[in-house]
């Protein structure tokens, strides 16, 4: 295999960004994101303020409303034809094709003509959860995808199951890749202790969460200071009663601290902030079901406790990584960690599980991903 190279489609969001810059330290990599006007006025997204890798290009595309739904037909070609340029160029660097990553089925059209054997799928969630009346389109994106990608990449290890038995021709090249993390959110000063008594969650506050749950829990630890890091989403993917009033409620009990959305650059100082971080999600969520929350990694990095429900994804970390299933296990587990935090042996784990944290930075990931590319 030649010189690698990279056209990543989709890097939108921080864990795929985070991807794409780990490729550009050692490989030319042209990071794409896309989206429709109206989108972008809400977001006003922006790249990241880390200094990029010398490898790295970055383009920002912003279409109108319907380009990759009502009216895909009607932009196929322009994407199509941009897509062939931007690996045209990369080719006249390096003279090799790049290997295009995509991470989003709607995708599909657009890479027909884009070689087999320099396809790449990544799947970070179940997508068909987002707009569930399109749910076969979705599913049929994503199997033409899957047949025609060399390998396919799934962040959570429930959706390289899923996927294999759903696609068993193409089994053997659908790999469980979960999220890494970007280096600069290892904590860098272990010794340094937390906030004491705090138990932090840093993510959109949505339905996602178990608010009932959650609510039973910090009633009965008056003692300890809940906070809270997170936009106020609205989204709504699974009925569960008026979670809304209970979310509000939560968060106005007098052991709670809200502080609102934060740049993805600035979440790593508030993990490592708390004594314990937690995860504490619906269990039977379809998307938590699904997915490879980057809490995770994001948690492990702090070196501090993480705590969550018990999620199909958190299950693979159990050193690092303590599930409750009621609010009676949290709150046991909540003052147990808190009470540790400062013996030797808890400043003993906080190093083995940093150690443990440099192995899954996107660095890693990304050799592991060469790795896997030279054996395809």
Excluded at 163 to 186: C, K, M, N, W
Aim: proline share 7%; hydrophobic share 40%; aromatic share 14%.
């Amino acid at each position: 295999m030649g010189k690698l190279s990279f056209l990543y489609l989709g890097a939108n969001s921080p864990w795929t960004y985070g991807m794409a810059e780990a490729l550009a330290y050692a490989h030319l990599t042209h990071a794409v994101q896309f989206y429709d006007w109206r989108t972008y006025r809400i977001l006003h997204p922006q790249w990241s303020s880390r200094k990029p890798p010398s490898l790295l290009k970055r383009s920002m595309h912003v279409l109108p409303a319907g380009y990759a739904g009502r009216l895909e037909k009607v932009f196929r070609f322009y994407l199509q034809y941009l897509i062939h340029s931007w690996c045209q160029q990369i080719k006249g660097i390096t003279g090799e094709y790049p290997w295009v990553i995509a991470s989003e089925p709607y995708f599909t059209p657009w890479l027909r003509q884009v070689p087999k054997e320099k396809l790449i799928y990544y799947n970070f969630d179940d997508y068909a959860l987002y707009r569930p009346e399109q749910k076969n389109k979705i599913i049929a994106q994503e199997q033409e995808l899957i047949t025609r990608a060399s390998i396919t990449l799934c962040a959570s290890f429930t959706q390289m199951m899923t996927l294999r038995e759903r696609h068993p021709d193409q089994a053997s090249q659908i790999h469980h890749y979960p999220h890494g993390f970007v280096d600069t959110y290892l904590n860098p000063q272990p010794e340094k202790p937390p906030e004491l008594m705090t138990v932090g969650y840093v993510g959109n506050l949505g339905d996602r969460l178990d608010w009932q749950l959650i609510y039973q829990i910090i009633t009965a630890c008056p003692e300890v200071t809940f906070v809270f890091v997170g936009g106020l989403d609205e989204q709504i993917m699974l009925e569960q009663g008026n979670w809304q009033k209970t979310r509000q409620a939560v968060l106005a009990l007098p052991n709670v601290r809200h502080i609102g959305k934060v740049p993805s650059d600035e979440v790593a100082k508030h993990y490592w902030s708390f004594a314990v971080n937690w995860i504490p999600y619906i269990v039977e969520h379809p998307f938590n079901q699904a997915a490879c929350p980057t809490k995770i990694m994001d948690g492990i990095a702090s070196g501090h406790p993480i705590l969550s429900t018990d999620i199909p994804e958190c299950r693979l970390y159990p050193e690092w990584i303590s599930i409750f299933h009621n609010a009676e296990d949290a709150i046991a587990l909540i003052r147990q960690q808190l009470d540790c935090s400062k013996t030797p042996q808890a400043y003993k784990k906080t190093f083995k599980q940093l150690e443990f944290a440099q192995q899954h930075t996107w660095k890693t990931r990304a050799r592991s991903l060469e790795n896997l590319l030279l054996r395809t």
